[in-house]
T-cell receptor
Framework: DGGITQSPKYLFRKEGQNVTLSCEQN?????MYWYRQDPGQGLRLIYY???????QKGDIAEGYSVSREKKESFPLTVTSAQKNPTAFYLC??????????FGDGTRLSIL | AQSVSQHNHHVILSEAASLELGCNYS??????LFWYVQYPGQHLQLLLK??????LVKGIKGFEAEFIKSKFSFNLRKPSVQWSDTAEYFC????????????FGGGTRVLVKP
């Protein structure tokens, strides 16, 4: 079955630590996206990548970093510079002309 | 910059009632419009989409939405809801002018009482 896999489902971080969220897709999609979901604010775009080895900042990129070394993988690092990292993180992918498909999400909490 | 506004944050209704969720977007050019649904504990799923053509779009599970360009609206409707429609609903828009980035509304939580 093709799809998007995000891991882990739940993640806990201590203050001052960087943490990396995984997103893998086997849909052969070119574009991949990271969103943050907060109650009452919908989904906000953090970073996106339209092709391998290229990515752009979204609306709330500060405190985050990404890489796109392989087509199927788009990991997101939440750095210690992100002041309010507790949130639900969603990864998505799409192919040209089609809607985005979403993963199941990772819930990040600060200890 | 494009933006999306969903007017209701919470909606509570009984089974068999009709549902209409409002969605307005800001961008005046050519847009693609979407409604996504997130059932409790599940991932976001596409309910329906509008790219072009007939402005009345039918989606899964008996949902439909009407694109009214003059009102910048894409309201979601279902004539008779079921308890299983309890979920959070998100309207989203994308446009070439915005680099095909998807912009989401704040979401509407719908609770259907049995």
């Amino acid at each position: 079955d093709g799809g998007i896999t995000q891991s882990p489902k739940y993640l806990f971080r201590k203050e001052g630590q960087n943490v990396t969220l995984s997103c893998e897709q086997n849909l052969n999609h070119d574009a991949m996206y990271w969103y943050r979901q907060d109650p009452g604010q919908g989904l906000r775009l953090i970073y996106y990548s339209q092709i391998v080895n290229d990515f752009q900042k979204g609306d709330i990129a500060e405190g985050y970093s990404v890489s796109r070394e392989k087509k199927e993988s788009f990991p997101l690092t939440v750095t210690s510079a992100q002041k309010n990292p507790t949130a639900f993180y969603l990864c998505a992918s799409r192919t040209h002309g089609q809607p985005q498909h979403f993963g199941d999400g990772t819930r990040l909490s600060i200890l | 910059a494009q933006s999306v506004s969903q007017h209701n944050h919470h909606v509570i209704l009984s089974e068999a009632a009709s549902l209409e969720l409002g969605c307005n977007y800001s961008y005046g050019g050519t847009v693609n419009l979407f409604w996504y649904v997130q059932y409790p504990g599940q991932h976001l799923q596409l309910l329906l989409k509008y790219f072009s053509g007939d402005p009345l779009v039918k989606g899964i599970k008996g949902f439909e939405a009407e694109f009214i360009k003059s009102k910048f609206s894409f309201n979601l409707r279902k004539p008779s809801v079921q308890w299983s429609d309890t979920a959070e609903y998100f309207c989203a828009v994308t446009s070439k002018a915005a680099g095909n980035k998807l912009t989401f509304g704040g979401g509407t939580r719908v609770l259907v009482k049995p």
